[in-house]
Nanobody, 125 residues
Framework: QVQLVESGGGLVQAGGSLRLSCAASGRTVSRPAMGWFRQAPGKEREFVASINWNSAGTYYADSVKGRFTISRDNAKNTVYLQMNSLKPEDTAVYYC??????????????????WGQGTQVTVSS
């Protein structure tokens, strides 16, 4: 089992920045790939970014490429999502997810084994 706890969400004006954190505990020795997803009201949950266990590979949705950066600190069992140049359309609940024993971090949410409870990000115009 892997437990995930997100933090860092909040209210920010358009053009601003936020950094989300996801702390993992439990069977982190399983070397999970990590992903960030988001879900806006009335919409399906969508892929935002993901990162391999060793940070050798990072992947982004086209809508956030160049604005968001995913990173991880395995010593702290934490993954981050730095979000810059935020737009109102980035408003959503952001979820952290873990996929164990895989090399390349997937983009498909159905492939992830564990999920956090989510953190709200609201971008005002």
């Amino acid at each position: 089992q892997v437990q995930l706890v997100e933090s860092g969400g909040g209210l920010v004006q358009a053009g601003g920045s936020l950094r989300l954190s996801c702390a993992a505990s439990g069977r982190t020795v399983s070397r999970p790939a990590m992903g960030w997803f988001r879900q806006a009201p009335g919409k399906e949950r969508e892929f935002v970014a993901s990162i391999n266990w060793n940070s050798a590979g990072t992947y982004y949705a086209d809508s956030v490429k160049g604005r968001f950066t995913i990173s991880r600190d395995n010593a702290k069992n934490t993954v981050y999502l730095q979000m810059n140049s935020l737009k109102p359309e980035d408003t959503a609940v952001y979820y952290c997810a873990a996929k164990t024993w895989v090399v390349a971090a997937p983009k498909d949410l159905n492939e992830y084994d564990y999920w956090g409870q989510g953190t709200q990000v609201t971008v005002s115009s």
